[in-house]
């Protein structure tokens, strides 16, 4: 009995230790798939319980956080999904604005939510082609975790920046 509880701690030791250095996957996927920021907050979540849940299923055959956007993403979608099928709620507006955040740093969270505001025009498996090429990843690696091959990931990629300046054209930003 001792046994199973040593390594139910040190597996959860490890997890904890694997979420905490990628953390910033959750943050950006849950950003990505969801304008409004309680709806972040529950998506966040869902990945972590998904995250757990799924764990064991992670043999090491690919970097960890490989694993870790496969399972956001896929977990991203579904909650998108069900989140389609609840009916609309009613969002208070922000009116709190910290009088100490400095002028960059405001037009530089005003770009975000520009960039934000196109992202979610796009399909959810080109959200997630975004996602993963701005986070880094090869053509090979995002291949791999959305399960399509490298060459369809280029020519998509290709084709989602022509979408993306036509819809920041359509919001009156570039030229």
Wanted: some cysteine; aromatic content about 8%.
């Amino acid at each position: 009995m001792k046994v199973n509880a040593k390594m139910s701690c040190t597996k959860q030791s490890r997890f904890v230790e694997l979420l905490e250095t990628h953390v910033g996957i959750l943050h950006k996927v849950s950003r990505l798939y969801q304008d409004q920021k309680e709806d972040q907050d529950d998506l966040f979540q869902d990945i972590i319980l998904q995250l757990w849940q799924s764990f064991d299923t992670f043999r090491g055959d690919s970097e960890f956080s490989s694993w870790m956007y496969k399972v956001s993403i896929n977990t991203a979608i579904t909650y998108f999904k069900k989140k389609n099928r609840r009916p609309d709620r009613q969002v208070l507006p922000d009116t709190a604005i910290l009088a100490t955040e400095s002028r960059s740093s405001v037009e530089q969270e005003d770009r975000m939510a520009i960039l934000y505001s196109a992202l979610h025009k796009l399909d959810k498996v080109e959200k997630a082609l975004v996602f993963l090429y701005l986070e880094g990843q090869n053509s090979r690696e995002i291949a791999l975790a959305l399960g399509i091959s490298a060459v369809n990931v280029r020519v998509r990629l290709t084709r989602i920046k022509t979408k993306l300046k036509t819809i920041l054209k359509s919001m009156g930003y570039g030229s």
